[in-house]
């Protein structure tokens, strides 16, 4: 499975747009990079999916370079209640072993007014 | 839509106690899974289920056992209950695996003393 690499924390302002970079060094090509939103005391919700370029939706965009090495989840003008633990997940290949994925610690963002 | 159902959604146990935690999805999905998330980590999967009639352990399975009873319920259960297994369980499910992303539901706190 492949291992993702995010940062610990991140602190914004409302209204900035805040960008998640994620590190997967050894995707395999089959690989999705997915990513999810996690309030306190709430299980973990899924924002967005892509596997190569870019992917937007009316929460968030994901940019993933040519060689899918890494991703950048973009939240724009966020708002205090985007205030979550996200996380990077790579994997989900066709096949049985597809139907596992691995969370890491994730990125807690803290967004001030 | 209900979506993702667990519970109980608070339980204390005794040490050496058994208990069942159960999980039903109502959205059709072929695969479900059980993870657990301790204070202040991601969550790390303990079994799945890729479609009704299998299941397949995760990373951390030692404790435990799982019942796929039918497509919508998947069921995890504690034998002998340890204090190392005080965690927030989540169940999930995905329409065809990790591709199609997760919906989670919103956990079972367990305290096991």
Same mark, same amino acid.
């Given at each position: 499975?492949? #291992?993702? %690499?995010?940062?610990?924390?991140?602190?914004?302002?409302?209204?900035?747009?805040?960008?998640? /970079?994620? @590190?997967?060094?050894?995707?395999?090509?089959?690989?999705?990079?997915?990513?999810?939103?996690?309030?306190?005391?709430?299980?973990?919700?899924?924002?967005?999916?892509?596997?190569?370029? #870019?992917? %937007?939706n009316?929460?968030?965009?994901?940019?993933?370079?040519a060689?899918?090495?890494?991703? /950048?989840? @973009?939240?724009?003008?966020?708002?205090?209640?985007?205030?979550?633990?996200?996380?990077?997940?790579?994997?989900?290949?066709?096949?049985?072993?597809?139907?596992?994925?691995?969370?890491?610690?994730? %990125?807690?963002?803290?967004?001030?007014? | 839509?209900?979506?993702?159902?667990?519970?109980?959604?608070?339980?204390?146990?005794?040490?050496?106690?058994?208990m069942?935690?159960?999980?039903?999805?109502?959205?059709?999905?072929?695969?479900?899974?059980?993870?657990?998330?301790?204070?202040?980590?991601?969550?790390?999967?303990?079994y799945?289920s890729?479609?009704?009639?299998?299941?397949?352990?995760g990373?951390?399975?030692?404790g435990?056992?799982?019942s796929?009873?039918?497509?919508?319920?998947?069921?995890l259960?504690?034998?002998?209950?340890?204090?190392s297994q005080?965690?927030?369980?989540?169940?999930?499910?995905?329409?065809?695996?990790?591709?199609?992303?997760?919906?989670?539901?919103?956990?079972?706190?367990?305290?096991?003393?």
């Open positions: 499975l492949a #291992k993702t %690499t995010q940062p610990i924390s991140m602190d914004s302002y409302e209204g900035q747009e805040v960008n998640i /970079t994620c @590190s997967h060094n050894n995707i395999a090509t089959n690989d999705y990079i997915t990513w999810y939103q996690q309030f306190p005391s709430q299980g973990p919700r899924f924002i967005i999916q892509g596997y190569k370029t #870019k992917v %937007t009316e929460v968030a965009s994901l940019f993933i370079p060689d899918r090495k890494s991703s /950048t989840l @973009s939240l724009p003008r966020v708002s205090l209640s985007d205030t979550a633990v996200y996380y990077c997940l790579v994997g989900g290949g066709r096949g049985n072993a597809g139907n596992m994925l691995t969370f890491g610690g994730g %990125t807690r963002l803290m967004v001030k007014p | 839509n209900a979506g993702v159902t667990q519970t109980p959604k608070f339980q204390v146990l005794k040490t050496g106690q058994s069942t935690l159960q999980c039903a999805q109502d959205m059709n999905h072929n695969s479900m899974y059980w993870y657990r998330q301790d204070p202040g980590m991601g969550l790390r999967l303990i799945y890729a479609s009704e009639g299998t299941t397949d352990k990373e951390v399975p030692n435990y056992n799982v796929r009873l039918n497509k919508r319920e998947f069921s259960r504690l034998e002998s209950a340890a204090p005080t965690s927030v369980y989540f169940c999930a499910s995905s329409e065809r695996g990790a591709n199609y992303g997760y919906t989670f539901g919103s956990g079972t706190r367990l305290t096991v003393v």
